[in-house]
């Protein structure tokens, strides 16, 4: 791209967007700011606390260490992964999962901290996980919270190939069944494996997944498109994957709404070129665009990242 002379090229976040191996970012606007939860990329047993980075612009980030630990969690023991965050009721909402449990005899799933800001200090809010047994065949750990219009909350969760939906409380502390009755509906699209995330734009929800292994350079994010938050979710295809000049492992990602008219940014992890290790995964940022049709066009990862307008234009 070629700018006029004189004027100076627009400032760009690169990538990774800041230092450490994070994973499983979520990105989410929260007042005047961009803000990005990710898990602490590392040993299972270590992952006992989550750090948080906040930015006016995505570009320049501040680090804000230990929003979420074990201090204020007293049944984590190991294996805290894939925060969800959102403001509601005036205050800050944390979901995340917990103890990578292994069937329904052990302690452990998606839990929910509480905060009067977004920096923290989190803290749980039911002394409990509130979803803590596998069904339908879904690990309970990688939980997305999506609002629909008509301000319902939903929660897309599930690893292990399988993906569910349940339906929250206004209080955001419990579950409420659909109106046929049921707590859980499985909505596994083709090819799923984890990392579920929903989207809303011009009245279609997009639902988008990882698939492959998290620790392998096949990891990669696919989608589908549905008139309706329950589905069905048709498989489209994979708008994000490895690129061999750049980067492997691309996958766990959630979206971020810039300011400006269908600006779109994809949060994702990513394995360094060089680097083997499962765990070293870095956080990083890339455009996304919908065609003329509203299909999302395949992620061009980079090492640049973006150059995004500014909050204060938000409608």
């Given at each position: 791209m070629k700018y006029q002379t004189g004027l100076p090229a627009p400032v760009k976040s690169g990538n990774p967007v800041f230092e450490g191996w994070y994973a499983d970012p979520e990105g989410v606007v929260l007042g005047n700011?961009?803000?990005?939860?990710?898990?602490?990329?590392?040993?299972?047993?270590?992952?006992?606390?989550?750090?948080?980075?906040?930015?006016?612009?995505?570009?320049?980030?501040?680090?804000?260490?230990?929003?979420l630990s074990k201090e204020n969690v007293s049944w984590l023991r190991r294996a805290l992964w894939a925060p969800a965050v959102?403001?509601?009721?005036?205050?800050?909402?944390?979901?995340?999962?917990?103890?990578d449990i292994q069937n329904n005899d052990e302690q452990g799933g998606i839990g929910v901290a509480v905060s009067d800001t977004?920096?923290?200090?989190?803290?749980?809010?039911?002394?409990?996980?509130?979803?803590d047994k596998i069904v339908n065949g879904a690990q309970p750990i990688d939980q997305f919270v999506f609002k629909d219009d008509d301000g319902q909350y939903y929660m897309y969760y599930g690893g292990w190939r399988h993906c569910n939906m349940v339906k929250l409380a206004p209080d955001l502390l419990?579950?409420?069944?659909?109106?046929?009755?049921?707590?859980?509906?499985?909505?596994?699209?083709?090819?799923?494996?984890?990392?579920?995330?929903?989207?809303?734009?011009k009245g279609k929800y997009y639902f988008m997944w990882s698939e492959g292994g998290w620790g392998l350079p096949n990891y990669?994010?696919?989608?589908?498109?549905?008139?309706?938050?329950?589905?069905?979710?048709?498989?489209?295809?994979?708008?994000l994957q490895q690129?061999?000049?750049?980067?492997?492992?691309?996958?766990?990602?959630?979206?971020?709404?810039?300011?400006?008219?269908d600006e779109w940014y994809i949060v994702y992890h990513r394995r360094p070129l060089g680097e083997t290790a499962a765990n070293s995964r870095a956080t990083c940022i890339d455009r996304m665009y919908f065609d003329e049709n509203g299909y999302i066009k395949p992620v061009k990862m980079t090492f640049e990242g973006v150059s995004p307008s500014p909050l204060n234009q938000a409608e």
């Open positions: 700011e961009y803000w990005i939860y990710p898990t602490y990329s590392t040993n299972y047993d270590d992952q006992t606390f989550m750090d948080a980075f906040s930015s006016s612009d995505l570009v320049n980030w501040k680090k804000h260490p230990k929003v959102l403001a509601a009721n005036g205050k800050y909402y944390l979901f995340f999962g917990a103890n977004p920096m923290g200090p989190f803290k749980d809010a039911l002394g409990k996980p509130l979803i419990s579950l409420v069944p659909f109106d046929d009755g049921t707590m859980y509906k499985e909505v596994t699209p083709e090819n799923y494996v984890e990392g579920p995330f929903m989207l809303k734009r990669s994010v696919a989608y589908a498109i549905a008139d309706s938050p329950f589905g069905p979710f048709k498989r489209v295809g994979k708008i690129d061999l000049a750049v980067a492997t492992g691309a996958g766990h990602h959630s979206v971020i709404k810039g300011a400006g008219d």
